[in-house]
């Protein structure tokens, strides 16, 4: 079965730090971009990165610039997103994706269950 | 930035209604358009990419149109599971967005 499964979220204090991982399994995780998408609480979805399948383009949006890091181990099929200075509006469900087709822009047809995020003191 | 704009926000309907939600993006995105439900607690589930390719499995009551700035999904007869949430998504050019969302809701 082609499945996702994201861990590591938690409440953390504002300026923070969590580092998120996301495991997959039943297709080759090599093969695709990857992505972290979030939902803050009763709101829409927002991208925030993706990554290359051998992690040498990354793409941020703006607002977790110079805060988030994504990155990926192909070896142990898991992809991660390290997330500093932590603030009140990055407190979201954070799911990983996967990118149709291997491409870099395209829809995600794979996503995990999410984990929650509470940025809080 | 490409702006989506989804309308309406929420709609009430019925069983075996049809039901139409329009996205509009900011500026042209070819056929770069997808269309995601999501339902309460759940992970959003691709419906359709390519502004009207319907992904394998997905009933055929669901269908997507449109090009460069306008896009419709349509529910041609709305079934019990279909009530949920919707967001268009554009995969024309970085950062990827999506839209505000459509609730259809239960008359």
């Known amino acids: 079965e082609v499945q996702l499964v994201e861990s590591g979220g938690g409440l953390v204090q504002p300026g923070g730090s969590l580092r998120l991982s996301c495991a997959a399994s039943g297709f080759i995780f090599s093969d695709y971009w990857m992505n972290w998408v979030r939902q803050a609480p009763g709101k829409g979805l927002e991208w925030v990165a993706n990554?290359?399948?051998?992690?040498?383009?990354?793409y941020y949006v703006d607002s977790v610039k110079g805060r988030f890091t994504i990155s990926r181990d192909n070896a142990k099929n898991s992809l991660y997103l390290q997330m500093n200075s932590l603030r009140a509006e990055d407190t979201a469900v954070y799911y990983c994706?996967?990118?149709?087709?291997?491409?870099?822009?395209?829809?995600?047809?794979?996503w995990g269950q999410g984990t929650m995020v509470t940025v809080s003191s | 930035d490409i702006q989506m704009t989804q309308s309406p926000s929420s709609v009430s309907v019925s069983v075996g209604d049809r039901v139409t939600i329009t996205c509009r993006a900011s500026q042209g995105i070819g056929s770069w358009l997808a269309w995601y439900q999501q339902k309460p607690g759940k992970a959003p589930k691709l419906l359709i990419n390519?502004?009207?390719s319907l992904q394998r499995g997905v009933p055929s009551r669901f269908s997507g149109s449109g090009s460069g700035t306008d896009f419709t999904l349509t529910i041609s007869s709305l079934q019990p599971e279909d009530f949920a949430t919707y967001y268009c998504?554009?995969?024309?050019?970085?950062?990827?967005?999506f839209g505000g969302g459509t609730k259809v809701e239960i008359k």
């Open positions: 390519g502004a009207s």
């Open positions: 998504q554009q995969a024309n050019s970085f950062p990827l967005t």
């Open positions: 994706a996967r990118t149709v087709r291997g491409v870099i822009l395209d829809a995600f047809d794979i």
């Open positions: 990554i290359k399948q051998d992690g040498s383009q990354k």
